[in-house]
């Protein structure tokens, strides 16, 4: 377990800062707008053992926003699942640390994404395996705003609530923007929570920044009516840097130059 979560967040948007920026990927904004929930759950949450990572009984984690990977590799190494000096090949020739999460010679992966609308329907599979095999293990999912525009996610939903998959959570990060524009100009959720309901599901909703409240509503595991949980963070595109804060531009943007500096300083890194 992680005691200061605040430090492990920051520790997340840092190496993914110098990621992106020396593998020239994009995503940033994506990263940071997780990696307080990231901290929560790897630091906090998940029954995880970095020295057994196939161990049997472990949660399952998928991140269905799979471009946000840089963050999950970061917040992997820092628990130890492999070494830091390793995010150092992430996105360059020959690395296994692609720019779209990768189970593949990642230990602590589960599932590769990337392609959006597909984390759920694997993570409600896994869930129902854990049921039949009568495992006590919890499975959860981080989807993004923009992908629950995908008709897939709605089947899949439909699928937990009928399965009755009260060991499946699912983490919407609502920063209400995506790709070039807002949600509510692509298309719009609201009432989101309400949508989660009628299908079925148990939802709460909780600032995705919060430690504390994310802390307690992600390692509730009381639950008595049979009910699959949504937890809708609402949460902040960019968080942690000014001048990424809610600003689309940094869904493909490279933080590269007087930015990247920029950056670094805000995030509390001299550079040397």
Request: proline letters at 3%; a neutral charge; charged letters at 20%.
């Amino acid at each position: 377990m992680v005691e200061d979560l605040a430090n492990y967040a920051l520790a997340i948007r840092r190496h993914a800062l110098k990621m992106t920026s020396l593998g020239g990927s994009s995503h940033i904004g994506s990263i940071f707008s997780i990696a307080d929930i990231l901290a929560v759950l790897y630091g906090k949450v998940l029954k995880v053992r970095p020295d057994d990572p196939k161990w049997p009984m472990r949660d399952r984690f998928i991140l269905s926003k799979g471009h946000a990977g840089a963050g999950v590799y970061a917040a992997l190494a820092e628990r130890g699942f492999f070494p830091t000096e390793r995010l150092k090949t992430h996105y360059q020739d020959n690395s296994v640390l692609s720019g779209h999460v990768s189970h593949k010679g990642i230990p602590g992966v589960e599932f590769s994404t990337g392609s959006l609308g597909h984390g759920l329907s694997v993570a409600c599979g896994m869930a129902l395996a854990g049921r039949l095999e009568k495992r006590s293990n919890r499975v959860f999912v981080v989807m993004s705003d923009g992908e629950c525009d995908e008709g897939s996610n709605w089947e899949a939903v439909m699928f937990a609530a009928h399965h009755k998959l009260d060991n499946l959570v699912a983490i919407i990060d609502y920063n209400k923007l995506q790709s070039i524009r807002s949600t509510t100009e692509t298309l719009n959720l609201e009432p989101f929570a309400d949508k989660w309901r009628s299908f079925g599901w148990s939802v709460e909703e909780v600032d995705g920044h919060d430690y504390q409240s994310l802390t307690m509503v992600l390692e509730n595991n009381n639950s008595s009516d049979t009910k699959p949980r949504c937890v809708i963070a609402h949460t902040t595109k960019g968080k942690g840097v000014s001048f990424m804060e809610n600003n689309v531009l940094w869904h493909y943007r490279s933080p590269q130059g007087e930015e990247y500096q920029t950056a670094l300083s805000e995030l509390g890194v001299v550079k040397k």
